[in-house]
């Protein structure tokens, strides 16, 4: 007998963000494609790694995280998510937040299950629920207003759905869940006895006075949510792999083991200078970040207006969607490679983030990137039609 791949591996194939930001490499270009986060690392960030590193904080954490970060962590879900939380019970901290997804997804879902996806949707929540052997289902959002109704939600749901992932604020799109949707998708949980799964990771991204908020503040699914984070865009530091999950002990304890089995700990002097930059840093770099942020986002949407792709202005993350009809290619991928090759600024196509075609004349931009490179790529992008 032949050996082969496992089944589950017949489903997974490398991330198209992962493809480009290769293909980039391999140009000489400027990666617009992966959320990397090239802007600078707070101080007490790097100062309380360093210190833990100096004071022999190096082996292996409780499974899951250390007392330090876990109460820091409830110190600012109280405060910025407005929910309550044990930390010495309720906290797992995990290989970034898609670790810990991958760890709830594991824990809490059976081989067969099914998980609502908001589409388009981010392509490692995919994968996640795929190496799970967990069924994906799609509740397709309009472009460019991304909306949908609970009649979208309740036209998918079956027997085997077990539970919801809301991205909020959203990559690709940028969305920012809105209070009135946050609502109707905690009713048609409880309706359905479904898990909420978040990714909040960029919950301090948000723009245009737009406000986040976590479903887990929700009384009515307090218990059935579970609330995933980390600091690798807010601290830039995508490398450091620092993420959590927040849900009732009941669920959290399997999410610790299932945590431990997989990763053991994260780094642990890592884990210290995150502790540090949460309750060190002052309301005021959160503020300055958003100021940021948005003057970045509102920089790459000019030049991709000046250049015929439209975009679709984000609320919130640092990503920017972008009509991509005009370019040649009869493909996302085609499109982007165009691009790559004519500007070389690396663009990831829309098709990363649909299950079907519908992605074929979109691409995405991150804009987390050092002033001088995001203005070299805008220099570029402006310059598109003058090269076509």
Request: charged share 20%; with cysteine.
């Amino acid at each position: 007998m032949a050996l082969t791949l496992s089944k589950r591996a017949e489903g997974i194939v490398q991330a198209e963000i992962r493809v480009m930001t290769i293909e980039c490499e391999k140009a000489g270009g400027i990666n617009l494609a992966q959320g990397v986060c090239d802007t600078g690392v707070p101080f007490s960030v790097v100062q309380g790694a360093k210190e833990a590193i100096d004071h022999g904080i190096n082996s292996y954490t409780r499974y899951d995280g250390l007392a330090e970060l876990r109460n820091a962590i409830a110190v600012k879900m109280l405060e910025f998510n407005n929910i309550a939380v044990d930390p010495e019970t309720e906290i797992t901290v995990s290989a970034g937040s898609t670790g810990a997804f991958y760890c709830a997804c594991l824990a809490l879902l059976d081989p067969g299950d099914e998980v609502i996806l908001f589409e388009p949707y981010y392509g490692y929540h995919l994968n996640t629920l795929i190496a799970a052997n967990v069924v994906p289902r799609y509740v397709r959002m309009s472009f460019p207003e991304m909306k949908f109704t609970v009649e979208d939600l309740e036209r998918i749901v079956t027997s085997k759905t077990k539970g919801i992932m809301v991205c909020t604020p959203a990559n690709p799109s940028g969305k920012v869940f809105t209070e009135e949707e946050l609502r109707l998708i905690a009713g048609f949980a409880v309706k359905h006895d479904l898990f909420v799964f978040t990714d909040e990771i960029y919950e301090y991204f948000v723009y245009d006075d737009k406000k986040h908020m976590s479903p887990g503040s929700f009384l009515e699914i307090a218990d059935r949510t579970v609330t995933i984070s980390g600091y690798s865009k807010t601290f830039s530091i995508t490398g450091w792999r620092i993420g959590y999950s927040v849900c009732r002990k009941q669920w959290a304890d399997m999410i610790g083991y299932v945590n431990d089995l997989i990763y053991v700990c994260a780094p642990a002097p890592l884990q210290m200078g995150v502790a540090s930059g949460i309750m060190n840093l002052s309301p005021d770099y959160y503020k300055n970040l958003c100021r940021e942020f948005k003057g970045k986002r509102d920089k790459l949407c000019s030049a991709l207006f000046s250049a015929g792709l439209t975009p679709l202005v984000p609320q919130g993350a640092y990503y920017v969607l972008a009509d991509a009809g005009s370019l040649p290619g009869n493909t996302g991928k085609e499109k982007a490679m165009y691009l790559l090759e004519k500007t070389g600024v690396a663009s990831v196509p829309g098709s990363a983030f649909y299950h079907d075609d519908s992605g074929e004349n979109i691409i995405r931009f991150c804009f987390a990137k050092t002033d001088d490179v995001l203005d070299e790529a805008c220099k570029r992008i402006k310059n598109l039609k003058l090269n076509w």
